[in-house]
């Protein structure tokens, strides 16, 4: 479902697929990220067929003007969790409420796992 909104000179709609691909560009730029990954398995079968898979990692869940997000990433080995998890949240948050020009509710880390 796309994020709506008005102005004076009209209507601007942005698609849930734009806003991953924003907030996947932002988790790969924090320090401490190694990749993002798929949410299940489904969602990796279907990236195998598709050409762009710049949202991997991502949902997003709009309601209204409401933007959640769920990022699913893999970390350095020998960071701070917390420091990482912190700085991916307020990262993908500032970026996609600069690019929508909307207020993000929540942005969730998923620390799938650990490399090397």
């Known amino acids: 479902m796309p994020v709506t909104t008005s102005n004076i000179y009209g209507k601007i709609s942005i698609s849930d697929e734009a806003i991953a691909k924003v907030a996947a560009h932002a988790a790969l730029e924090c320090y401490g990220v ?3 990954v798929p949410r299940k398995l489904s ?3 279907s990236q195998l067929f598709k050409r762009d ?3 991997k990692g991502v949902n997003v869940v709009t309601t209204g003007d409401r933007i959640f997000i769920d990022v699913f990433v893999i970390i350095k080995f020998g960071v701070s969790i ?3 998890a ?3 949240k307020s990262a993908v948050k500032y970026k996609v409420e600069q690019f929508t020009g909307m207020i993000v ?3 969730n880390v998923n620390i799938i796992g650990v490399k090397l």
């Open 34 to 36: 190694v990749e993002m």
């Open 86 to 88: 912190e700085s991916l």
């Open 105 to 107: 509710s929540e942005v």
């Open 53 to 55: 898979t710049g949202g």
């Open 43 to 45: 969602d990796s079968i």
């Open 82 to 84: 917390a420091a990482v």
